[in-house]
């Protein structure tokens, strides 16, 4: 496919229609510099920093790799799960507020892109970031299997859940980030909203019946299935769900604000 | 194939926010290779027909088409024959210029050996060479929109849409932006928003007044300054050995033999010349006259001129009493020329 879309226009009279980049060339622009801008300002140092500072705290401090008397990184995902309602909203906050804000995201928006491109951008730069978080944490498996038979399946998946559970808080966070105009408000809504439901399923017991459909709705116990080294259909159906009905939610909040 | 010489079109476009209608049925055309300023006091609905033109909001009622494209039917067609600059550009302030720049550049899809070659032929237009290596944020006012008027520019669009791009600036800053766009305007069809009347008199051929969300005026400055019904004229008279011109009264005599209906007001002058300003009624030019009157009476005239503001008149006049505030409407004139000030005053 070309790198640029000269399509002739079909109605009689108009100019020759400009060029337009096509959706990869446009995602790809718009997520390489929102990744970045975070480190362009302190945000991303401050990110990475803190989360390797909590991710090390919680890793090593309790030696809860050694208590279990076998080689695993079970612990490791299980605090890296407390720290994505934190992390992400803070990755995913200035995503839209910030550019509504300065009015960067009408010089933007204005350009020959479509809005799924500018979403779906942004959402690909801040999961970038927690990408790089992520990525950050490799040296911990590799020290584990210098001192025992690490099984890598679980690392794998325990991996993947990351990846999948952060790019669900991240999607909230850009939907939540598109409603406001101030970061920090975005920051506060998702953090709540996300460890809300975090905390939801390590209190199923006062949900009675709706105990199961409450899990469920949880992405730390989808999280927790598949860092077990399982991969279930419905979990990556629950996370690409999430996912799609927050980014949609993001797409209809730019739409509405033309017509307001 | 044959393309239409309308380049900016719309009908019936109306923008409603609640109970407000910030654009009431507007319909105007733009030509090919027209610079057409865009007046009106704040919050008469400037803003919002260019960002509706721009794609950035959608009218309530209405069509607009840019290049052809239908803005609600087509908009990345529209976006994609557009440069865009927005009222008091926001541009990344973490980029470099050259780094901003690449990524206009690269949301219009230019082609990477292209791109470089773009970016110079820009900056070379803009003004931009001495900035190069600073990022957006340690860049004055002036420069940050002269990068934003660059990123409008980058794929050499047919068409621009300058939302007030010297608001702000200082005089110096503003007269350097206006010369650009007379220079880019010699090849595109520009529509210019903003608030100084006297660039309007300098950059555009062809001004539409909008006041309340409708267009209230539409023709070229002196057109709609002569159509006012108040044309004026400055002279000043040298009488030379004729003492009794250094008295205004029989200059002013003649003057008003000359255009019987007019109101002549005398200005403070230097010792030997009589200066007056000629109020005529009517859109007819009489500096011809003006002219005849002083060679038959033997006057030296050292002055002959229509009044430059007069647009200031027509404005005031058709957007006066509508209660919305008129943030430098005409300052820059009405500053530096009290005279202008006076009669101004006098509508």
Redesign the interface.
Known sequence: MS???TT??K????????????PL??TL??AR?EFV?YF??PLGYIVIGMFLLLVGFLFFIPFAFLTLGKATLQPMFNSISWLLPLICPAIAMRTFAEESR???L??L??????DWEVILGKFFGALGLLAVCIIATFSYPVVISRMGELDWGPVAGGYLGLLLGGAAYISFGVMVSSFTKDQITAFFVSFIVGAVFFLMNKALIFFGGAASVIEYLCPDYHFASIARGVIDARNLIYFCSVIFICLLATARSLES???? | ????D??IETRELSKV?GAQRAVDRLSFEIRRGEVVGFLGPNGAGKSTTM?IL?????PSEGTA?V????VFD?P??V???LG?L?Q????????GVVEYLE??A??????KDKRRAKIKEVVEICGLKEVLAKTINELSYGYRQRV?LA?ALI?D??ILILDEPTADLDPNESAEVISYIKEIGKTRTIMLSTHDLVEVKEACARVLIVNRGKIVADGAPDDLAAKSGSVKYVLSIDGGKDDSVRKSGPVIAAVKRVVADSVVREMPGDDHATLLEVSVKGSGDHRREFFRMAVENKWDLLELRREAVQLEEVFRQLTVGDGAPRRNAGSKASDTNPAVKESSSDV
């Not at chain 2, 008091?88 to 980029?95: F, G, K, V």
């Open positions: 790198d640029t879309e002739a226009t109605s009689a009279g108009a100019l020759a229609r400009g060029s337009i980049g096509t060339n446009n622009a718009i510099r801008s362009s300002s300065t009015g960067t009408e010089m928006i204005t350009q020959p892109v479509r604000r033309r017509w307001s | 194939m044959a393309t239409s309308v380049m926010y960002k721009t794609c950035f909001l959608s088409k290049g052809g494209f239908d087509d990345l067609s976006r994609s024959v865009y927005p008091r550009a926001s541009l990344y302030p973490e980029m990524f206009a690269d949301l219009r899809a230019i082609p934003g990123q794929h669009p047919p």
